[in-house]
């Protein structure tokens, strides 16, 4: 049973840092993609980061580049997502979720497991 789950989130204020993490267990696909969403209120689910286990390429969109970085570590099968310079646009529930495909997508739909997310709010 694949499972995926967040961790990191909470309050911070603007200017602040937050590092996420998602821990992948039961996912035995030599080839993935793992990237991290965030939906707010009210708004679309947008992809913010993405990384292909196929040959460590990393995405960003361009609401975060510059500011949050993805790192992994292969051995603990976890994935995080530093977030530094944190606006109160950060303001999200943030999900990582992983895909049986080699490459990024920004398509949520290419991505068969979810986790459960962990809410990240910026405000002073």
């Known amino acids: 049973q694949v499972r995926l789950v967040e961790s990191g989130g909470g309050l911070v204020r603007p200017g602040g840092s937050l590092e996420l993490s998602c821990k992948i267990s039961g996912f035995t696909v030599p080839n993935y993609a793992v990237a991290w969403f965030r939906q707010a209120p009210g708004k679309e689910r947008e992809g913010i980061s993405c990384i292909s286990m196929y040959d460590g390429a990393i995405q960003y969109s361009d609401s975060v580049k510059g500011r949050f970085t993805l790192s992994r570590d292969s051995a603990k099968n976890a994935t995080f997502l530093q977030m530094n310079a944190l606006e109160p646009e950060d303001t999200a529930r943030y999900y990582c979720?992983?895909?049986?495909?080699?490459?990024?997508?920004?398509?949520?739909?290419?991505?068969?497991?979810w986790g459960q997310g962990t809410q990240v709010t910026v405000s002073s």
């Open positions: 979720a992983a895909g049986v495909h080699s490459w990024c997508t920004w398509y949520d739909f290419r991505y068969d497991y």
